[in-house]
Structure formats: C-alpha cells, structure tokens
C-alpha cells in the first residue's frame, strides 16, 4: 500500500474515533466485549502507524496529541482513567516501534503489553475503590453458595475470578498482536469487497449525559450487592458491611471530586501546550460527523454478513478502508 499522509491521517482519524465516539455504534449492535474490540483498535493505529511512518518515529506522538485533543473536544467527560491508557498505549508505541524493523515481534509485544495494562488498571481499580475487606465478603458468600451444593472449595473464588479476567485480556492481546502484520495487505484486500458507503453529514448533535447519574446508581447497585451478600452469608457483621459502604463512598468521592479534576487538569495543561503544532486536529474533528455516518453502515453491512468471534477483525479492517476511502475524497 502507497505510504501517505491520507494512511496516517486515517489512523488518526480511527484511534480518534474509537477513543470518543464508537462505543454508541458497537453498543446498538449488541456485539461482545465492546471493551476488548475498542482497546484492540487502538492499538492496530498505533502500530500501523509506526508501520506506515517509516523512519518518523514522531508520528505516534503526533497522532497521540490530536487524539487527545479530539477526546477532550469531544468526549470532555470521559474519565480520567482513559486518558491514562490512551497516554501509555501512545508512549509505548513511540518507545517500542522503530519503523519496520522486528515490527512483526514487536507488534506483539505491544498488543500484550496494552492488553494487560487495560486489565491490571481495572482490576487496581476495583481494589482501591473497594478495598480488601470486600473482596473477603465476596469470597466468604461465594464459598457459602458452593458449600450449599455439597461442593468442596480451597482458595479464593475472587483471585481466581481475576486471574481469569487477566488472562483474558493477555490471550486477546496475543491473538491482536499476532494478527496486526497482516493488516495492511488485509485492508487492501477488505476494500475490494466492502460496498460503497453513501456518505451524509448530518452533524449529529452530541447529548451529554449527567455525570451524577451514573454514580448515584452505582452506589444503589453496590448497597443492594452489600445487602445480597448479607443474605448469601449471614455471619458477616452488619458493621463491616456499613463500613465496606462508607469506604467506597468517600474513595470514589475523592477519586471523583479532587484526583479526577488535578489529572485532568494536568492533561488539558499538557495539551494545550502543543495544540498549535497538532496539523490533523480540526480536519479530524470535521471529519467525525462524516465518518460515524459511515462506519455505522459500514458495521449493519459486516453483521448482516454473519457473527461469531472472528468478525471482530472485520469491523477493524471496515474502520480502516471507510477511513482510508474519506481521506481520498
């Protein structure tokens, strides 16, 4: 494929996308692990872009920048634990690959290692916000449950929950690095098959929701959870339940209210800086209306082709040839 900047400015475009505005599209579709598919299209960006970049090796920051930028602009209330991956898939990018070379080996690497810090953030995530003595109460239910089957246990049901989780993520990462050296050609191939996509900018407004309402459910979720794990085990003390509440209450409040905003003012600082030397920012904002249009018909036409586990390659290469297609016209 002829290395241009229309190849790169449809990387932006795609890692842009898939950072602001793709889960709507993937959620209307009901597809699976929505999380892994969105992670999995950053990193193809990214390592295509060093791919494509050559000797550039800059260009992985550059993309990383109007990214960013286009995320704030876009998704302002995103928060402030996606910036952080975005930031460490895009600087290790730009520390790992050297142009082509080793590109195969290192684009695996490079899928593990993202995969991995996707999972391992959730996971500390889910420790700091809930603490050990939650993890303990799930424990002790889990192994209430099972003793009621008359099935014996050793262990702990929740390590081996998040090992599971773990690996998953690990096993994705292989599979996605594997796969990404024969991208390229595959996109090639993949824009002789997809049909034209009637194209209309309907600039779709963006409804922005209320930031509370999803932590005031959250919070009713995990007191009915507190209470169901009463019920499933008895013995806990009702006082380490309360105090498990009050806990994950002032955590996430401090997470929301002070660490979320000093981040997030660290990064919009960061940015500002080099928004100026960002060439593709405002041409990928105008472009995002255009594109969701797109690759919404795009992704009815690859359902409609069939489902199963191994089309989710196939909504990565139509990411890919809608936007090679937008950036030649």
């Keep these: 494929m002829e ?15 898939a950072e602001s505005g793709i889960g709507g599209i993937l959620h209307a579709l009901k597809l699976p692990l929505t999380g892994l598919l969105v992670g999995g299209i950053a990193i193809v960006c990214i390592a295509l872009t060093a791919y494509w970049s050559g000797d ?13 930028l286009v995320k704030l602009a876009v998704s ?21 690959f050297r142009g082509r070379k080793q590109f195969a080996f290192r684009s695996l690497i490079f899928a593990i290692l993202c995969m991995a810090e ?7 995530m889910t420790w700091l916000i809930y603490g050990t003595d939650f993890l303990q109460a799930l424990d002790q239910a889990a192994f209430s449950v099972i003793k009621s089957f008359g099935w014996a246990v050793s262990g702990s049901v929740v390590i081996w929950a998040f090992g599971l989780y773990f690996l ?3 096993l994705a990462g292989a599979i996605l690095g594997k796969w ?13 098959i997809l049909p034209p996509m009637t194209v209309v900018n309907d600039n779709p407004s963006v409804k922005l929701r209320n930031r509370h309402k999803p932590v005031i459910l959250g919070f009713l979720l995990f007191a009915c959870l507190l209470v169901l794990l009463k019920l499933l085990a008895p013995q806990l ?10 806990r994950s209450v002032a955590i996430s409040m401090l997470l929301i209210f002070l660490a979320g905003p000093f981040i997030m003012f660290l990064i919009r600082k960061w940015a500002g800086h080099r928004k100026e030397s960002s060439a593709f920012f405002t041409d990928t904002i105008e472009m995002i209306p255009v594109f969701t249009s797109s690759v919404s018909k795009a992704f009815q036409w690859v359902y409609a082709q069939g489902k199963g586990f191994g089309q989710w390659k196939t909504y990565i290469l139509a990411l890919l040839v809608v936007s090679l297609r937008l950036q030649k016209k």
């Design 237 to 246: 003390p009702a006082t380490d339940l309360i105090f498990i509440f009050c």
């Design 168 to 170: 998953t993520y690990l």
């Design 76 to 96: 302002p209330h995103s928060p402030w634990q996606a910036y952080i991956a975005v930031f460490f898939q895009g600087y290790l990018g730009y520390l790992l």
């Design 180 to 192: 990404i050296p024969s991208v390229p050609l595959q996109v090639e191939a993949f824009h002789q």
């Design 56 to 68: 550039r090796r800059n260009s992985v920051l550059e993309a990383l920048l109007t990214v960013i």
């Design 118 to 124: 996707s999972a391992l953030q959730k996971l500390l």
């Design 3 to 17: 290395v241009s900047q229309s190849n790169l400015r449809a990387l932006i475009l795609v890692w842009a996308f």
